[in-house]
């Protein structure tokens, strides 16, 4: 007596990782894709919206998995979470900066040094290389803080 193949399970369900025992609060990863799923819908680099209004329209989606998850005892993947989303927010902003001079002007306003404003400006093509390197040092977590993006760990 064995499975039929449909019912066997597959290598990728047998390599599948859960952040917790069932029933102990933790996030299983089928969670987290929803998420990620709507945050680039409400994050997309290609509508004319500022960073301060993409985030307005982030803030209450953010909230809402936070009171949802709150719970939940997975910090790492929250961490994660967070980090991602800072990461889409300055690729975001770098995009809408467009230009070399405009990205030099910019980042020399925020008080990036001039070695940072030039080697960012120098890769203005290669917005989410740039957001996850040197300009993690200008847009930093403070920085977002005060623009209102709210933190899930």
Do not use: C
């Amino acid at each position: 007596f064995g499975l039929s193949r449909r019912h066997r399970p597959t290598k990728a369900a047998a390599r599948r990782l859960f952040h917790g025992a069932p029933g102990t609060g933790a996030l299983p990863p089928v969670q987290v894709p929803p998420y990620v799923d709507h945050s680039e819908l409400l994050t997309r680099r290609s509508v004319g919206r500022s960073v301060e209004q993409v985030v307005q329209g982030l803030r209450p989606y953010l909230l809402g998995w936070k009171a949802y998850f709150g719970l939940a005892q997975t910090p790492k993947v929250w961490r994660e979470l967070d980090e991602w989303m800072r990461h889409r927010l300055r690729a975001i902003q770098l995009k809408h900066w467009k230009r070399p001079a405009t990205m030099y002007r910019e980042l020399k306003a925020l008080g990036a040094g001039e070695t940072v404003a030039r080697r960012v400006a120098a890769n203005s093509r290669h917005w989410w290389r740039n957001s996850d390197g040197l300009l993690k040092t200008v847009l930093t977590i403070a920085y977002f803080d005060r623009l209102g993006v709210p933190r899930l760990s």
